[in-house]
Each structure stands twice: as structure tokens, then as C-alpha cells.
């Protein structure tokens, strides 16, 4: 299947039409081969400066050759950008979900006003002080349920700060409920009642299930979406 499709692919790139149409061109091949396909396709549309209209279901992919993407959701266009914006600047907790790996962290949450504050309260789980300069964001996504004002809050991995010290006042613990590794880095999971919390280290750790760290949240690179998408655990 991967050799047919490579030459399939070849006999398309040597016609010279002013657009090509990719429908998932390289999704049967091994990983490896994926990397120089992308390569060789990303070198030939810049060195020939042809335009391609290229269909994934790969966000990498989709990361590593376009210059502009369209997320498309049923149908209906959810979001057009370069790759940093579509990635730093999602316009929805859809599209939020679909790039990332680790994948973002969506969390649902009271907002609570005290004294002139802005709390995000998740149940009895853990509550954070949300900075001035952010209520403009979640106030236009905020819904109401059961007499709450509620809010959904989306924060990418490695913008979760962990550590076995307090990191500041607005720090919160939560136990440990999963740790994975990679050569220089983990990732490291928190059970919440309704989805999970995720944190992707700069070094391994060497944190057991259920040992309690402090959590904080780079809060220059919190999102806050309305809720479209289901995030329970299931």
C-alpha cells in the first residue's frame, strides 16, 4: 500500500497543473517514511512555488506543510490561520482539542466574585485567582448552570507548572495519577472529577500515583472557550 501510494503521489508532482488536490496522500505510510514525504513535499511546493490543497487527519502533518489551514467541523469551517495562530490562538475547544500532544487540558469551573476578585473554582477540587487583565476573555463565553456562572478554561500541558514546592500563592495541590516518559521529559496527569489535568515537564520526574505536587498555571496562556465539545472521562 505505501509503495502504490508513493507512486501514485510521483506521477501526480510531475504534472503541472496550477493547483494539486492531496487527499491524505501519505496516510498509509510508516512513520518514517511520513517525515520524507512531508519533507520532500514541503521542499518541492517552495522550490516550485506551486499551490497545494492538501486533506489530513494528521494535525502534524497539517503543522508541517501549510501555510495557512482551515479546520473544517462537520462540514462547516471552524477556524483559517497560519499554524501559530490556529495553535496559540484557537478559536474554539473544538480546535483546541484537535492540535496538540499531549492534548490540551479543557476544565470546566465556577466563576466566583469576591471582594472585588475573580475566582475558577473546580467543585472541591482546587480554586485559582484569575488575573485582572483576563476577565474580558471568559465573560463572553460564560454560561449559566444550576444558578452558577460557569466558564470553560483550557490550558496546553506545557504551561502547567509542577513541583514538590509551592510555586506561588495562587498554587494548588492535587496526587499524582499518572506519569509518563520520554528521554528528557515526562508528562504527568491529575484525575479531576470530570476530565483530567495534564503537565508535561522540561526533565523526568520520578513522582509515584496518588503523592501529592503543586500545581500552577502560566496564566499569559490560558484560554477560555464556550463548551462545545465533550471532555468527560470515558
Do not use: C
Not at 492538501?54 to 501555510?67: N, Q, R
Not at 496538540?100 to 485559582?128: A, H, Q, R, T
Amino acid at each position: 500500500g505505501g509503495q502504490r501510494q508513493r507512486v501514485s503521489l510521483a506521477r501526480a508532482m510531475v504534472r503541472r497543473p496550477k493547483i494539486y488536490l492531496l487527499d491524505e496522500p501519505i496516510a498509509h505510510l510508516d512513520a518514517k517514511l511520513k517525515v520524507s514525504a512531508r519533507t520532500t513535499l514541503k521542499r518541492l511546493s517552495d522550490k516550485l512555488g506551486i499551490t497545494i490543497i492538501y486533506v489530513t487527519h494528521d494535525y502534524k502533518e497539517a503543522l508541517a506543510l501549510s501555510d495557512r489551514i482551515l479546520i473544517l467541523r462537520e462540514g462547516m469551517i471552524e477556524q483559517i490561520g497560519t499554524p501559530e495562530e490556529v495553535y496559540l490562538y484557537p478559536s474554539s475547544d473544538f480546535v483546541a482539542r484537535l492540535i496538540g500532544d499531549p492534548p490540551i487540558s479543557l476544565i470546566d469551573g465556577e466563576v466566583i466574585k469576591k471582594d472585588g476578585e475573580v475566582f475558577f473554582k473546580v467543585e472541591d477540587e482546587f480554586s485559582i485567582q484569575i488575573a485582572e487583565a483576563l476577565v474580558g476573555l471568559w465573560e463572553s463565553v460564560a454560561w449559566e448552570e444550576d444558578g452558577r456562572r460557569m466558564i470553560r478554561v483550557g490550558i496546553r500541558p506545557m504551561y502547567v507548572q509542577v513541583s514538590k514546592e509551592k510555586l506561588s500563592g495562587n498554587s494548588f495541590q492535587l496526587p499524582v495519577y499518572a506519569v509518563e516518559h520520554k528521554a528528557d521529559s515526562s508528562t504527568v496527569s491529575f484525575e479531576l472529577k470530570d476530565t483530567f489535568l495534564i503537565a508535561r515537564t522540561k526533565q523526568r520526574v520520578n513522582w509515584h500515583m496518588s503523592e501529592e505536587v503543586w500545581i500552577d498555571f502560566d496564566q499569559e496562556h490560558l484560554h477560555f472557550f464556550k463548551k462545545t465539545v465533550d471532555v468527560s472521562k470515558r
